[in-house]
């Protein structure tokens, strides 16, 4: 078979299992370096049965005779930097120049779980954190693994030898070796033990911890990167969708369905659980097609397989709804005696907040692109955060066995949580389907207006706090009460018998010295489908902590910031973290003041330690045009350990633009069970002028190394909102701001 | 019809309302222009039409007949556009990337007009959406090159 993948043209790598892998391969160009299977005999007895994880070297490092390095990344690229700083943690324990890589996502399989925790999947901040040292191992296995081969190759015992990047050196005879030369060889040699294994000392660091360039920025500069939805493969067809208007629905009749096929370039008009579909010589002709047919749709059957979306369904109404909520709740921390101290309390501060529905709305529309082979496998190229999830599923779908379907990731167009697992919110069952059903190869594009009617909602939660003050107006009791579904809970269709973590994150894990403290959920239930949104719970539950925190100043008569640095008077990493971003704003200040161009303007702090890393953040904002305006936001970020800045400061602004997005102006509303907005117009996202300055401290705490992606997302809405309370003296209890009016 | 498209003509068979952006994309195989929205509301198809920028979601290919039309893959044969292109890399503005053609097609257009625009130039010229927020690393880009510094 004939594969046109326009970005397999590299000269092929020379893997360092090149010849024990290709017999059991089907397209050279595209799969040398996809060490697999691994039931291959000399990794494993290399490394004793059930290799131990990452270091089954040649399923992930391939070297081309030039030198250069051909990486198969577990962690899926979509902005944030993973592959970059995955090079840079192996190119530094291989001895090999970062920016020699090319890096690819690595296909399903066993290899590829490095993870400390087990798992595989791009997401929850935990790429690098969780693979750090085993990454590293890797890269110093294949060290090894090339120092023995120059050995043999000069004849001289191995510890003779050095390396310096991408060359083997024998200071005793001014001989040395590129690892382009050895790489050949390199392949016979099985993988060293682990445990004898010495790695580089930190101190010596060359790449980690530096701002080495991205290995992408060129080609993401010139329009040659390539994404799910610019691939293409020999004798493929379009395909487009139009959905049922609601989920759960089913197409009951076509009334046009010989006009639509009569329509120019129309191969075929299908219907599909809860969608009909038209296959065209174009995407065009496709989606001109298929937004003609006229469809009676059919209301969901009482089993309906999927969550039903209710014809009367109103996201306002059903903020009310949760608000009436009385429970049961159930508690995720009960400390002290709350009840008591709240009812014998001289100040009582309450207050009920709550958040708003959102879509990912990342640039790349979701594509699938399927083809089944000869002899009956199945070849699939999607966006994905999880591609062993995503193999299971369409196992199960299919009915084929897993070795038979092969899943390629290519570059996501933004992510942000979208491309997680969402039954229902994925196009590749649709387009498996439809390439069953016409024998060709099947790329379906879902046109925006399709993505928006069934993107998956970052969820909603009304928070009833309670709270009590001491003499001196500083808190002695807190209490919130969640009313939400949490969104791995609505993944599942039910409450666990645990809590579900994600949905009380932010509220939960404070490390406020405050002696009462109960956080607790009423797990409600809802009609629409939810989904992982970048810094998930704690995307709203930080919003509504940290803003209630400065009530209870106000009420206390506390200034903001040296309430939170009291009460973190015994948390040290904390409050370096909190003086930090005092320090990096020009000193604490909040406010009103006038600023240079005569604006009042007043700023807000506000704290968050989502997914291993702490953040704070100061936020200044006036009143521009009724609307608020964010000039600057610094953010002091510690993520124990680093091992690229300017990534760091990269994702930083990335996290404040989309936290501003939704403090500033973003929701998903729903009226009649549909989305108001079906594309940017309705549904705006944080445009240029509405981006604030950002300056970025990162703080090296040395402690266990945690995330980047989403921590710095959740303490810019809580900044910006208590920053708007302070100069307005209106309290921000919701969001967007939108919502509200300002003079 | 006839396009010219990169200095290159192409004879195309499409119907005259087709969106440019989908001759470009399927017709031609030239995929780094993107299609984000189709309602002219992100820019990711930002293509130059005679030197100027325009939304190629909703330009329809019979209004671009006898025109030159620049796309992503040929920016670089472009002076401006590979000054351009020079000052995105050194400013390490992409993250996922999807809507960067369509700002380097914004940006060249913008520079090539006006070749040391004024903040409020830019502001005006960059108006295309990123959803990863790299509104900053843009505007570090275009403040280089508004100065006619080179990073070539």
């Known amino acids: 078979m004939s594969t046109v993948l326009p970005d397999v043209t590299l000269d092929a790598p020379v893997n360092l299992s090149r010849r024990r892998f290709l017999a059991s391969t089907a397209v050279g160009a595209l799969v040398i370096g996809f060490g697999l299977p691994l039931g291959a005999s000399r990794v494993q007895a290399a490394t004793g049965a059930g290799a131990e994880r990452g270091t089954q070297v040649p399923a992930f490092l391939g070297i081309r005779a030039d030198g250069s390095v051909r ?17 840079q943690i192996i190119g530094e324990e291989l001895d090999a120049d970062p920016t020699t890589f090319t890096v690819e996502a690595a296909p399903p399989g066993e290899a590829y779980v490095v993870m400390e925790n087990g798992m595989r999947i791009t997401g929850g901040s935990m790429s690098v954190r969780m693979s750090y040292p085993t990454m590293r191992r890797l890269g110093a296995l294949a060290r090894a693994m090339l120092l023995q081969a120059a050995a043999e190759q000069l004849n001289v015992p191995v510890a003779q030898l050095t390396t310096q990047p991408g060359r083997v050196l024998h200071a005793a005879s001014g001989r040395s070796l590129g690892y382009g030369e050895l790489a050949g060889r390199a392949l016979d040699m099985p993988v060293p033990d682990p445990a004898g294994i010495t790695l580089r000392d930190p101190s010596q660091f060359r790449w980690i911890g530096k701002p080495v360039k991205r290995l992408d920025a060129y080609d993401k500069s010139t329009g040659k990167a390539q994404y799910s939805i610019d691939l293409k493969v020999d004798g493929m067809l379009h395909a487009a969708v139009q959905h049922a208007p609601r989920l759960g629905m089913s197409v009951g009749s076509l009334r046009n369905q010989a006009q639509v096929e009569a329509m120019k370039g129309v191969h075929s008009v299908h219907t599909l659980p809860g969608a009909v579909a038209v296959v065209a010589e174009r995407w065009w002709h496709a989606k001109r097609a298929v937004e003609a047919i006229q469809v009676d749709w059919r209301e969901a059957a009482a089993d309906s397989s999927v969550r039903v979306m209710p014809a009367d369904f109103s996201s306002d109404k059903y903020r009310d709804f949760l608000a009436t909520q009385q429970g049961p709740a159930r508690d995720e921390e009960n400390t002290g005696d709350v009840a008591a101290t709240l009812a014998s309390a001289k100040t009582r501060v309450d207050a009920t907040y709550h958040n708003q529905y959102l879509n990912h709305a990342q640039l790349e529309p979701p594509s699938a692109l399927a083809r089944y082979n000869p002899d009956g496998t199945l070849e699939v190229w999607l966006p994905n955060q999880a591609p062993d999830m995503f193999r299971a599923d369409i196992a199960k779908r ?95 269709g039910k409450q666990g018998d645990k809590l579900d973590p994600t949905a009380l994150e932010g509220l939960s894990g404070k490390s406020y010295s405050i002696p009462n403290t109960r956080i607790a959920q009423i797990y409600v239930k809802g009609p629409a489908m939810l989904g992982y949104w970048r810094s998930v719970g704690n995307s709203l539950n930080d919003f509504f902590y940290e803003a209630f925190l400065d009530e209870l100043a106000d009420k206390g008569g506390h200034d903001p910031y040296e309430l939170r640095l009291h009460l973190l008077r015994d948390n040290a990493r904390l409050t370096t973290l909190l003086q930090a971003v005092g320090e990096l704003s020009g000193g604490w200040k909040r406010g009103p003041f006038t600023a240079e161009d005569g604006s009042r303007r007043a700023r807000g702090v506000a704290m968050a330690s989502p997914f291993g890393s702490h953040a704070a953040v100061v936020a200044e904002v006036s ?40 403090t500033l102006l973003e929701e998903a509303v729903y009226v009649d069970g549909m989305p108001r907005a079906r594309n940017y117009d309705l549904y705006p996202i944080l445009p240029p002028s509405r981006m604030a300055r950002v300056h970025v401290k990162i703080v090296e705490s040395g402690e266990k190394m945690g995330g980047i992606g989403e921590p710095p997302l959740p303490a810019v809405a809580p900044a910006v909102a208590n920053a708007v309370a302070r100069l307005t003296g209106q309290r921000i209890r919701s969001l967007p701001l939108s919502r509200y009016t300002f003079s | ?47 130059l039409v005679d030197g100027n920028v325009v939304r190629s979601c909703v330009t329809p290919v019979a209004g671009v007949v006898g025109r030159e039309i620049t796309t992503i893959e040929a920016i670089e044969a472009d002076e401006v556009g590979k000054r351009v292109v020079a000052a995105w890399v050194e400013r390490q503005v992409a993250q996922c990337g999807y809507c960067q053609s369509g700002q380097v097609m914004a940006a060249t257009a913008l520079l090539k007009h006006t070749p040391a625009p004024s903040k409020a130039q830019i502001d005006a010229a960059m108006v295309n959406l990123c959803r990863c927020g790299t509104y900053n690393a843009i505007h570090a880009a275009m403040d280089d090159l508004a100065a006619g510094k080179e990073t070539v």
Request: proline fraction near 6%.
């Open chain 1, 623 to 662: 009143i521009e045009h009724g609307q608020v305006k964010v000039h600057d936001i610094w953010q002091a970020i510690d993520p124990g350990s680093i091992v690229n800045p300017a990534i760091i400061e990269a994702q930083v602004n990335g996290a404040v633009a989309l936290g501003l997005s939704q």
């Open chain 1, 71 to 87: 990486l198969l990344s577990p962690f899926m690229e979509g902005g944030q930097g993973t592959h970059t700083a995955m090079a």
């Open chain 2, 1 to 47: 019809m006839q396009l010219r498209i990169n200095q290159q003509a192409y004879e195309v068979d499409a119907d005259a309302d087709t969106p440019l952006l989908w001759v470009i994309r399927d017709d031609l195989g030239l995929t780094g222009t993107k299609y984000g929205c189709g309602l002219a509301q992100c820019g990711a198809c930002s293509v």
């Open chain 1, 398 to 492: 299919t009915g084929l066995a897993i070795e038979q379907i092969t899943l390629h990731s290519p570059l996501l167009g933004g992510f942000f949580g979208r491309h997680f697992l969402y039954e229902s919110a994925n196009p590749y069952p649709q387009a498996i389907a439809l390439t069953k059903a016409v024998g060709r190869p099947i790329k379906l594009i879902w046109s925006r207006e399709e993505e928006f009617l069934r993107d998956v909602l970052r969820p909603v939660a009304v928070v009833k706090f309670r709270a009590a003050l001491d003499d001196q107006g500083l808190p002695l009791a807190i209490e919130a009460v969640s009313a939400t579904e949490g969104p791995t809970e609505a993944i599942a």
